[in-house]
């Protein structure tokens, strides 16, 4: 009787680990089911948000893109008009006009590369005295107010084109005398500016100590007084460079 109660409790307990060992299972099945889903759900979560960034990323490029474009487009235009404007302040090569009666203070209009053109240009400017100093002939006119063709014509008239060895020996470009001889200046540079100065100060400024008129014939009077040929012949090397 006992053994069969005993084999009974056994068959019981064995029951009962059996129930036991299928809840634990079970339990754990559906935990790990959960804790998947859960995995699944943050998984998904997070893939969605990266393909959001990787949205807003690809807008902001495209975006960016866009606004370079536009800010491209913007500067290419404002560039083109300020090129239009800048043209528009200048005169063009073949508008410059002279005369033997301009006012020799009004500059030509032309730009500094269209003036360095022009002297490129000019056939008798053989030993390139003119085009190599062509920046410092146009920016010593722009300083004092004086025509660069007729600076020029003034320089190739007094030196000659090829520019006399006596005047290349002293610098000395337009005749400036003292003494009864050449002045002598230590630069090109120095020779040009002393010319420029003198002409400007003295003999095309209305207070300037031999004034008598901004025109060739009005500096002829005391630049060069005794000769009858002066005027024809500076304007004629004028007409050279202009021609």
């Known amino acids: 009787m006992k053994e069969n109660n ?16 299928i809840l634990l299972g079970i339990f754990i099945t559906i935990y790990t089911i959960q804790n998947s889903a859960i995995i699944i ?3 998904e979560e997070k ?7 990787i949205a807003d990323r690809t807008t ?21 008009y300020k090129e239009e404007v800048i043209n528009e302040q200048y005169t063009k090569i073949e508008d410059v006009s002279i005369s033997k009666n301009m006012d020799l ?15 490129k240009n000019t056939r008798q400017d053989t030993t390139k005295f003119f085009y190599n100093n062509s920046d410092t002939i146009y920016d010593l006119c722009e300083k004092y107010q004086i025509n660069e ?24 470009y337009i005749s400036l005398m003292s003494g009864g001889k050449l002045i ?8 040009l500016e002393k010319a420029a100065s003198t002409l400007h100060e003295k003999y095309l400024s209305p207070s300037g100590r ?31 460079i202009v021609n």
């Open 6 to 21: 005993n084999a009974k409790l056994k068959i019981v307990q064995i029951l009962y680990a059996s129930l036991a060992m």
């Open 41 to 43: 759900a943050n998984t």
């Open 47 to 53: 893939v969605e948000t990266e393909q959001i960034n």
């Open 60 to 80: 902001e490029r495209e975006t960016s893109k866009e606004v370079t474009s536009r800010s491209s487009g913007i500067r290419k235009e404002i560039s083109e």
């Open 105 to 119: 203070t009004v500059r030509t209009g032309l730009s500094k590369e269209d003036f360095k053109t022009m002297i």
């Open 149 to 172: 063709i007729f600076f020029c014509g003034l320089i190739a008239g007094e030196s000659g084109w090829n520019i006399a060895s006596n005047h290349r020996r002293t610098h000395n």
């Open 184 to 191: 002598r200046f230590s630069t090109v540079e120095e020779g």
């Open 210 to 240: 031999f004034y008598s008129g901004k025109t060739l014939a009005g500096v002829k009077k005391r630049f060069c007084p005794a000769s009858s040929t002066w005027v024809n012949l500076i304007y004629k090397c004028m007409s050279q």
